[in-house]
């Protein structure tokens, strides 16, 4: 399994052949620089840790600084690993671009979500709300009765509380058109996180 790192530009709309418009979202996707190979013998398991985003040298402390310069590569802002199928294709310094996916992949894109702060019921899970009418006093928005009977509170129950920020995983998007030139990835439908968000794009196996 193979992937880049990427940032999340904005969406638009694709127009297929069939006259089709569908939604899709824009990734500045790669190129990304191996940092360093993570080998079974050394850190007891395999992996690429890739850098992408280049940041300057005088942002960077010292331990980081000879981490790249051990690679060959330039100070980079983002550091993510990804587990790939043969490890010994790959070198520390070398690039890898956007070329490795193509019109018609599937890929599992993975972000934070957006940040909404503290949300009640209504807008964190979808609670119709209390009546409206009637008599009802300050209770439109509550959550209502929450304790069954029961002398404690089960674990799980749907309550208000800090909703989004939290790392979400979109599985099986389509890759509708792929920028060489530009390094951008094209993908049907929405992507987790706001406009500049980091993103892992992994290519994903569809069933």
Same mark, same amino acid.
């Given at each position: 399994?193979?992937?880049?790192?990427?940032?999340? !530009?904005?969406?638009?709309?694709?127009? $297929? /052949?069939?006259?089709?418009? !569908?939604?899709?979202?824009?990734? $500045?996707?790669?190129?990304?620089?191996?940092?360093?190979?993570?080998?079974?013998?050394?850190?007891?398991? /395999?992996?690429?840790?890739?850098?992408? /985003? +280049?940041?300057? $040298? +005088?942002?960077?402390?010292?331990? %980081?600084?000879?981490?790249?310069?051990?690679?060959?590569?330039?100070?980079?802002?983002?550091?993510?690993?990804?587990?790939?199928?043969?490890?010994?294709?790959?070198?520390?310094?070398? $690039?890898?671009? *956007?070329?490795?996916?193509?019109?018609?992949?599937?890929?599992?894109?993975?972000?934070?979500?957006?940040?909404?702060?503290? +949300?009640?019921?209504?807008?964190?899970?979808?609670?119709?709300?209390?009546?409206? +009418?009637?008599?009802?006093? =300050?209770?439109?928005?509550?959550?209502?009765? !929450?304790?069954?009977?029961?002398?404690?509170?089960?674990?799980?129950?749907?309550?208000?509380?800090?909703?989004?920020?939290?790392?979400?995983?979109?599985?099986?998007? =389509?890759?509708?058109? *792929?920028?060489?030139?530009?390094?951008?990835?094209?993908?049907?439908? @929405?992507?987790?996180? @706001?406009?500049?968000?980091?993103? %892992? !794009?992994?290519?994903?196996?569809?069933?």
């Amino acid at each position: 399994m193979m992937g880049l790192i990427g940032k999340k !530009i904005g969406m638009t709309q694709v127009f $297929e /052949e069939s006259g089709e418009v !569908i939604p899709a979202t824009i990734l $500045e996707t790669g190129p990304c620089s191996i940092v360093q190979k993570k080998t079974r013998a050394g850190d007891g398991y /395999e992996a690429l840790q890739l850098g992408f /985003e +280049s940041k300057k $040298e +005088s942002r960077i402390n010292k331990p %980081l600084k000879g981490h790249f310069l051990k690679a060959g590569v330039k100070p980079k802002r983002v550091i993510r690993e990804i587990k790939v199928d043969n490890l010994d294709d790959y070198q520390a310094g070398d $690039e890898i671009k *956007v070329d490795i996916f193509k019109a018609g992949d599937w890929v599992d894109v993975k972000g934070i979500s957006k940040g909404r702060g503290f +949300s009640g019921v209504m807008k964190r899970w979808g609670f119709s709300g209390g009546p409206a +009418s009637h008599g009802a006093h =300050k209770s439109h928005r509550r959550v209502g009765a !929450i304790g069954m009977s029961s002398p404690r509170l089960f674990k799980g129950k749907k309550m208000p509380g800090r909703m989004g920020g939290r790392q979400v995983t979109c599985q099986n998007l =389509k890759v509708v058109r *792929v920028d060489l030139a530009g390094n951008l990835l094209t993908v049907k439908g @929405a992507v987790p996180g @706001a406009n500049g968000g980091y993103l %892992l !794009i992994r290519k994903a196996i569809k069933k």
